[in-house]
């Protein structure tokens, strides 16, 4: 483990000795039955907290509202034992990748369910954080069993805000704030470069230095990470009113957030508005509804990817010093035919006003500020609404029918004009517009039966659902444009091309759950959900998948009753199954067929082969856990089990010279793991509280079969590498792949390799069955922390998250220290090896021995972050009208302790977030040019009418 990092876990242990020991010196006056009273929402329904009998975490409000955070998923972060959530990127409006409880599956998505206020989705990208009450996570099959092929990646319930009874409540909240990288990365100054580009043409590589040197770059010196990189700014307006009477609850809110990121032209910018609605019609008939709308811009920075392909963050960095942000920046000599055509005397393209710098080396391989001026912006509608009715049938009978509706209108606009850069002029413009549409129709009906007894407490659900998806899009693309052309108009197009696609997905379900609590020690709850997809051909449409769970509540019984040291005991258990059906297209049982229209006429080629015989995934889930209680509940400790293995896991591939793809189901994968949560109220008086939070999760997986005709599946292409991750069987997911070395020879700075047989060897002696399991990304454990301060008026509030084991590919380093071509390079390459006899771990410049996939490049990715801390203060009725104003300030990523020299370790470039070609397998922990964490410093202000 890192030194620093278990440094910093034995403070957080003796800081947990200290809460422990206040907690069992402090009397507390909370009421033991009123904890116990507390609902959780569970699926179609909430249940006593004494009756959980699955492992479940929740989420309040307070331990986010203070932190700029435009997703859910960051909400989330740190904040539940098994839920581990990577920002793989700091740009933006950027995906987060939520997983509970690891990774079960290779290709298929592993993001949870969302329930938000009854509506299901996968999409929570719009929703406004502020929004949200609490959220609750069903994390084992036996309670997530009953949402059905759309429960196997665990289900994360959101609540939101609604109207109560009592006096109508004015809240307006906003905070300001500016982002500034957490870390750089330092390159050769322009001496440093041209020692490097002498020592490449000593050794065989080009004479590059020679371009370095011509007089028409004299006297620039172009600091391009400084030119890239800026000052972010973060700005966050909502708005809200909530009233409620006897019969009627409203709340409605308006948001607005806009982040200009810390590289151009990256920005986020969504407007939100909600309404919930609730209304006695008669006494017997109530109604609910829910209607958000949603309006997001984002504005897209090319990341992940190399300097030769668009990358920015690695083209600020590989960008020579001596080259100037526009051609014109140069001296412009007469004489230079570069840059004036020698018959004619016209300055050249590259060199008029406005243009951006040719490279010299290669033109295509332009300068960053080149890269971020291509246009990119994506402007998204969303609708999302549910209407429900809650009709008393009987005393003890009720019927919800419900109906949601949700709707997704996106256009994507690229566009890079014909005259500014090489590549715009190459294409004389070059454009694109993609129009999607998704809508998403949601029919339920549930009957609930509750019978209370004397010591019997027994609830019967019975449900069908029926569902369906309908997904649309046009593209249209083309390129030589007029002269005049700066945004994409497809008509101006003379080299035009489009594709339409449709699809409808249907999903029919029957789902059901009964509920018996006996003398309200003693729970089992059982669950089913029958599923049929139409995505899967006859005969493997209908999948059925129940789940069964108990819990005994000890501290009831006799002998512990009247303890007063011990206020709960809980033991639960829980089997069930899930299923998968994500990665499935709704047409994979057809071959596919597309149009290539030749002087107007369609030719159509095969493009899917049949998937008929596919099966979806099924993962079954076995959960034991135990929940304990100290000192009336001032002390909650919960540790949780578990074993989960999914079968017919499903995966793409690409068959014969056209690449055409086919679905098949090709083997097993397990996952088992250990869940540990402790909250704490160690200090509660009348002027002074402290509560803590602590949460570890170890989670470990392998792939325990594959079909024998696969034996392994290559996975992330590193471009001009090779593939870098291997799946096979007995392996955990996502393993490096690659050569192990041995250093660098002190007689001719080449590196040297180990192969198979574990003999030293030469680069030129290599094979490829010398290639073996370099790194692994998945981690040992990961871990939470939070601290909550309250004085009087003022408040404290701390979060330290982290990861401990994981490994990470820093392919970055690929293009910083290759030193086989004319990019810049990082320092670490003055340490290259130079003279014979020279002990280094970097090889000389323009070695052929360092262009391989190799443990060279494989760093540890452990990190513990102070995610978060935010000191506030509470101003009681400080004017007339308003109740309550609360200051704060807060900071967010303040400071990383890791070995890992990028920029940042939370990162994954090839996360299906993030758009990456390649990204459709279970692949992460890797670097390569992503945009960088930000650490963020904000202001805000909160006002209660």
Same mark, same amino acid.
């Given at each position: 483990?890192?030194?620093? @990092?278990?440094?910093?876990?034995?403070?957080?242990?003796?800081?947990?000795?200290?809460?422990?020991?206040?907690?069992?010196?402090?009397?507390?006056?909370?009421?033991?039955?009123?904890?116990?009273?507390?609902?959780?929402?569970?699926?179609?329904?909430?249940?006593?907290?004494?009756?959980?009998?699955?492992?479940?975490?929740?989420?309040?409000?307070?331990?986010?509202?203070?932190?700029?955070?435009?997703?859910?998923?960051?909400? !989330?972060?740190?904040?539940?034992?098994?839920?581990?959530?990577?920002?793989?990127?700091?740009?933006?409006?950027?995906?987060?990748?939520?997983?509970?409880?690891?990774?079960?599956?290779?290709?298929?998505?592993?993001?949870? !369910?969302?329930?938000?206020?009854?509506?299901?989705?996968?999409?929570?990208?719009?929703?406004?954080?502020?929004?949200?009450?609490?959220?609750?996570?069903?994390? +084992?099959?036996?309670? =997530?069993?009953?949402?059905?092929?759309?429960?196997?990646?665990?289900?994360?319930?959101?609540?939101?805000?609604?109207?109560?009874?009592?006096?109508?409540?004015?809240?307006?909240?906003?905070?300001?704030?500016?982002?500034?990288?957490?870390?750089?990365?330092?390159?050769?100054?322009?001496?440093?470069?041209?020692?490097?580009?002498?020592?490449?043409?000593?050794?065989?590589?080009?004479?590059?230095?020679?371009?370095?040197?011509?007089?028409?770059?004299?006297? @620039?010196?172009?600091?391009?990470?400084?030119?890239?990189?800026?000052?972010?700014?973060?700005?966050?307006?909502?708005?809200?009113?909530?009233?409620?009477?006897?019969?009627?609850?409203?709340?409605?809110?308006?948001?607005?957030?806009?982040?200009?990121?810390?590289?151009?032209?990256?920005?986020?910018?969504?407007?939100?508005?909600?309404?919930?609605?609730?209304?006695?019609?008669?006494?017997?008939?109530?109604?609910?509804?829910?209607?958000?709308?949603?309006?997001?811009?984002?504005?897209? =920075?090319? +990341?992940?990817?190399?300097?030769?392909?668009?990358?920015?963050?690695?083209?600020?960095?590989?960008?020579?010093?001596?080259?100037?942000?526009?051609?014109?920046?140069?001296?412009?000599?007469?004489?230079?035919?570069?840059? %004036?055509?020698?018959?004619?005397?016209?300055?050249?393209?590259?060199?008029?006003?406005?243009?951006?710098?040719?490279?010299? %080396?290669?033109?295509?391989?332009?300068?960053?500020?080149?890269?971020?001026?291509?246009?990119?912006?994506?402007?998204?509608?969303?609708?999302?609404?549910?209407?429900?009715?809650?009709?008393?049938?009987?005393?003890?009978?009720?019927?919800?029918?419900?109906?949601?509706?949700?709707?997704?209108?996106?256009?994507?606009?690229?566009?890079? +004009? /014909? #005259?500014?850069?090489?590549?715009?002029?190459?294409?004389?413009? @070059?454009?694109?517009?993609?129009?999607?549409?998704?809508?998403?129709?949601?029919?339920?009906?549930?009957?609930?039966?509750?019978?209370?007894?004397?010591?019997? +407490?027994?609830?019967?659900?019975?449900?069908?659902?029926?569902?369906?998806?309908?997904?649309?899009?046009?593209?249209?693309?083309?390129?030589?444009?007029?002269?005049?052309?700066?945004?994409?108009?497809?008509?101006?197009?003379?080299?035009?091309?489009?594709?339409?696609?449709?699809?409808?997905?249907?999903?029919?379900?029957?789902?059901?759950?009964?509920?018996?609590?006996?003398?309200?020690?003693?729970?089992?709850?059982? &669950?089913?959900?029958?599923?049929?997809?139409?995505?899967?051909?006859? /005969?493997?449409?209908?999948?059925?998948?129940?789940?069964?769970?108990?819990?005994?509540?000890?501290?009831?019984?006799?002998?512990?009753?009247?303890?007063?040291?011990?206020?709960?005991?809980?033991?639960?258990?829980?089997?069930?199954?899930?299923?998968?059906?994500?990665?499935?297209?709704?047409?994979?049982?057809?071959?596919?067929?597309?149009?290539?229209?030749?002087?107007?006429?369609?030719?159509?080629?095969?493009?899917?082969?049949?998937?008929?015989?596919?099966?979806?995934?099924?993962?079954?889930?076995?959960?034991?856990?135990?929940?304990?209680?100290?000192?009336?509940?001032?002390?909650?400790?919960?540790?949780?089990?578990?074993?989960?293995?999914?079968?017919?896991?499903?995966?793409?591939?690409?068959?014969?010279?056209?690449?055409?793809?086919?679905?098949?189901?090709?083997?097993?994968?397990?996952?088992?793991?250990?869940?540990?949560?402790?909250?704490?109220?160690?200090?509660?008086?009348?002027?002074?509280?402290?509560?803590?939070?602590?949460?570890?999760?170890?989670?470990?997986?392998?792939?325990?079969?594959?079909?024998?005709?696969?034996?392994?599946?290559?996975?992330?292409?590193?471009?001009?590498?090779?593939?870098?991750?291997?799946?096979?069987?007995?392996?955990?997911?996502?393993?490096?792949?690659?050569?192990?070395?041995?250093?660098?020879?002190?007689?001719?700075?080449?590196?040297?390799?180990?192969?198979?047989?574990?003999?030293?060897?030469?680069?030129?002696?290599?094979?490829?069955?010398?290639?073996? #399991?370099? /790194?692994?990304?998945?981690?040992?454990?990961?871990?939470?922390?939070?601290?909550?301060?309250?004085?009087?008026?003022? #408040?404290?509030?701390?979060?330290?998250?982290?990861?401990?084991?994981?490994?990470?590919?820093?392919?970055?380093?690929?293009?910083?220290?290759?030193?086989?071509?004319?990019?810049?390079q990082s320092t670490a390459v003055l340490n290259r090896w130079t003279t014979a006899g020279q002990i280094t771990d970097v090889p000389r410049a323009n070695s052929a021995s360092a262009q391989f996939?190799?443990?060279?490049?494989?760093?540890?990715?452990?990190?513990?972050?102070?995610?978060?801390?935010?000191?506030?203060?509470?101003?009681?009725?400080?004017?007339?009208?308003?109740?309550?104003?609360?200051?704060?300030? =807060?900071?967010?990523?303040?400071?990383?302790?890791?070995?890992?020299?990028?920029?940042?370790?939370?990162?994954?470039?090839?996360?299906?977030?993030?758009?990456?070609?390649?990204?459709?397998?279970? &692949?992460?922990?890797i670097d390569y040019g992503t945009y960088p964490q930000v650490r963020t410093f904000i202001i805000g202000l909160?006002?209660?009418?």
């Open positions: 483990m890192n030194v620093r @990092i278990s440094r910093s876990l034995g403070v957080i242990a003796v800081l947990y000795f200290t809460a422990n020991f206040s907690a069992q010196t402090k009397k507390d006056t909370v009421s033991k039955e009123n904890k116990i009273e507390e609902i959780v929402m569970i699926g179609y329904g909430g249940v006593k907290k004494q009756n959980l009998t699955s492992a479940v975490s929740t989420v309040k409000s307070d331990a986010f509202d203070d932190r700029p955070i435009y997703n859910v998923g960051q909400a !989330l972060q740190g904040q539940a034992a098994g839920v581990n959530v990577t920002q793989a990127s700091g740009k933006p409006g950027a995906g987060v990748e939520v997983k509970i409880r690891g990774n079960n599956s290779i290709s298929s998505s592993v993001s949870p !369910l969302y329930v938000v206020d009854g509506i299901q989705t996968n999409d929570i990208s719009g929703i406004n954080t502020d929004d949200i009450l609490d959220m609750t996570i069903l994390k +084992d099959a036996s309670s =997530t069993a009953i949402y059905g092929i759309n429960g196997s990646s665990g289900v994360v319930i959101i609540t939101t805000k609604r109207g109560k009874i009592g006096k109508p409540q004015l809240n307006f909240n906003a905070y300001w704030g500016f982002s500034k990288t957490m870390k750089n990365i330092d390159v050769l100054n322009q001496d440093q470069y041209r020692s490097l580009l002498g020592d490449i043409k000593l050794n065989g590589g080009g004479d590059y230095l020679s371009t370095a040197n011509n007089p028409r770059y004299a006297g @620039i010196n172009t600091d391009w990470t400084k030119e890239v990189f800026q000052t972010g700014f973060d700005q966050n307006y909502n708005v809200n009113y909530a009233f409620g009477n006897e019969n009627v609850k409203a709340y409605a809110a308006l948001g607005y957030q806009d982040i200009d990121g810390i590289i151009k032209p990256s920005r986020f910018q969504r407007t939100s508005a909600k309404v919930n609605l609730d209304a006695v019609i008669l006494p017997w008939l109530k109604l609910n509804s829910t209607v958000n709308y949603f309006i997001t811009n984002l504005t897209n =920075t090319n +990341d992940n990817l190399s300097t030769a392909r668009g990358g920015v963050v690695l083209s600020a960095f590989n960008t020579p010093t001596f080259l100037p942000v526009y051609g014109n920046q140069v001296i412009m000599n007469p004489s230079d035919p570069e840059i %004036y055509d020698p018959v004619t005397g016209a300055i050249k393209d590259g060199y008029k006003p406005g243009q951006y710098g040719p490279n010299p %080396y290669q033109s295509s391989w332009e300068n960053p500020v080149a890269y971020q001026s291509r246009k990119d912006k994506t402007l998204t509608q969303r609708f999302l609404s549910n209407l429900g009715l809650e009709v008393r049938l009987l005393k003890d009978l009720t019927w919800k029918p419900s109906v949601s509706f949700d709707m997704i209108d996106s256009r994507n606009t690229k566009f890079t +004009d /014909g #005259y500014q850069t090489s590549y715009g002029r190459s294409k004389f413009g @070059i454009g694109s517009q993609e129009f999607t549409q998704f809508q998403e129709y949601n029919f339920e009906n549930t009957l609930n039966y509750t019978l209370k007894r004397s010591i019997h +407490d027994f609830s019967l659900l019975g449900g069908i659902q029926i569902n369906e998806r309908n997904f649309q899009s046009k593209y249209y693309g083309g390129d030589n444009f007029p002269n005049d052309t700066f945004n994409f108009s497809y008509d101006l197009a003379k080299n035009q091309s489009y594709d339409i696609r449709k699809e409808i997905l249907r999903q029919v379900s029957f789902f059901g759950r009964a509920l018996y609590t006996l003398n309200g020690k003693y729970t089992v709850m059982g &669950v089913f959900r029958q599923n049929g997809n139409s995505a899967l051909a006859s /005969g493997n449409k209908w999948g059925f998948f129940p789940g069964a769970s108990a819990s005994w509540l000890i501290s009831k019984e006799n002998f512990l009753a009247d303890s007063k040291v011990i206020s709960e005991l809980k033991l639960r258990g829980g089997w069930g199954k899930t299923g998968n059906a994500s990665a499935i297209p709704a047409y994979s049982h057809f071959n596919l067929y597309n149009p290539f229209w030749t002087n107007g006429v369609p030719v159509y080629t095969v493009s899917q082969y049949d998937s008929g015989d596919l099966a979806w995934e099924t993962t079954t889930d076995s959960n034991i856990g135990l929940d304990l209680g100290l000192l009336t509940n001032r002390i909650r400790f919960s540790i949780d089990a578990y074993q989960r293995k999914t079968d017919n896991l499903i995966t793409p591939f690409d068959l014969g010279p056209q690449k055409l793809r086919i679905y098949r189901n090709i083997g097993s994968l397990e996952n088992k793991g250990l869940e540990l949560s402790l909250n704490t109220m160690n200090i509660k008086n009348e002027n002074f509280t402290w509560n803590t939070s602590f949460n570890i999760s170890f989670t470990n997986n392998k792939i325990t079969h594959l079909n024998k005709e696969l034996r392994t599946i290559p996975a992330a292409n590193i471009e001009g590498m090779g593939t870098l991750v291997r799946f096979e069987e007995g392996q955990p997911l996502g393993m490096f792949y690659g050569y192990k070395t041995s250093g660098v020879n002190p007689n001719n700075g080449d590196m040297m390799y180990v192969n198979a047989n574990g003999k030293v060897v030469s680069y030129t002696e290599l094979k490829p069955e010398d290639r073996g #399991y370099i /790194g692994n990304p998945n981690p040992d454990f990961t871990f939470g922390f939070s601290n909550n301060f309250k004085y009087k008026n003022w #408040y404290l509030d701390m979060l330290i998250t982290g990861s401990v084991g994981n490994d990470i590919f820093n392919a970055t380093r690929f293009d910083l220290e290759m030193m086989n071509d004319y990019k810049n996939i190799s443990d060279r490049f494989v760093e540890d990715g452990s990190y513990l972050k102070l995610k978060a801390v935010t000191l506030g203060y509470n101003f009681m009725s400080p004017f007339k009208g308003v109740s309550k104003l609360n200051v704060y300030v =807060t900071g967010q990523n303040l400071f990383t302790i890791t070995n890992y020299s990028g920029m940042d370790p939370e990162v994954n470039a090839f996360s299906p977030n993030n758009g990456t070609t390649g990204a459709e397998r279970a &692949v992460f922990g909160k006002a209660n009418f």
